[in-house]
């Protein structure tokens, strides 16, 4: 009985899988232009599949295994894999706010939010490094260090978790494995982590450092001591010298399972870009 039933299975996920990409390509021309994708990421993963270094793509300052999961995007014309990237995105982002226990009007407002919504529109990948809290440590470190300005916090709870729990031997399982694809990344590519210096003085540059690292200190230090991950989610952006606005959707995400502030973050945030429209 297993056998047919493994088999309707099968068939119902390539049927809708089907069904997406049908969809995405039928609304690919009305989607806006995710300048991130056309520019950085679509060529960096098509540069990685040929042999060549991501890196000689300007832009492109993430660590190499960020674009594994772009593969199949990538493959696919331009405007309908950005098209199916951005409905993965806010799919992928509500349920990372499930899973972090946001109420369904929490999930919504985050959903909504000036900075998410920058985000899916610029095609950027702030989602795909958000789902390694969602994910075991040992894979979810792979995701949330495809961007620090959003997963630091993430892998400093985790570090200090795995300390406590087993030492260090629970420590190197978890950290072994992302900590070996970063030295052969610096082996095969070189230092790329420090070509990211070259944007901290960019005109989109929206971090607060220096004057966050007193918050994002004090969100760590809160979320280490309560073991809450949500603190050291909100403190990550703090310890950014460089991020775009949009990447400051990680701090809202750490709020959300409190419906009341995390719609009162949304809702200060609109009013923020209704002010700096009408100045």
Known sequence: MKAPRT????????????GIIAFSWGVSNYIPRGEDWYTVFR???LA??????????????NPPWALLPLIPFALLPENVGRTLLLIVGLTAFAYIGHRLGGSKWAVIAVLLSP??????????IDW?????VVLPPPI??????????????IVVFW????????????????FGPVTLAGVLSLVVYGWWPFRATEIT??????????????????????????RHLGYALSASPCFAPYLAFHTWVVAIFGLIRSTPATIAVVVGLWLLVVIGALV
């Open 7 to 18: 088999c309707k299975k099968v068939v119902l996920w390539g049927v809708s899988l089907a």
């Open 43 to 45: 060529p960096a993963t």
């Open 48 to 61: 990685l599949l040929a042999g060549k270094s991501p890196y000689t793509i300007p832009g492109f300052f």
């Open 115 to 124: 900075p998410l919504l920058q985000g899916m529109l610029n095609s950027n």
């Open 128 to 132: 795909l490094a958000l789902l390694g």
């Open 140 to 153: 979810g470190l792979f995701f949330a260090t495809i961007k620090p300005q959003v997963g630091l916090g």
């Open 159 to 174: 570090l200090v978790e795995a300390w406590r729990s087993g030492g260090w031997k629970e420590t190197l399982r978890l």
């Open 201 to 226: 003085g960019a005109w989109w540059n929206a971090s607060l450092w220096p004057m966050s690292l007193p918050i994002g200190l004090a969100l760590l230090v809160a979320a280490l001591r309560k």
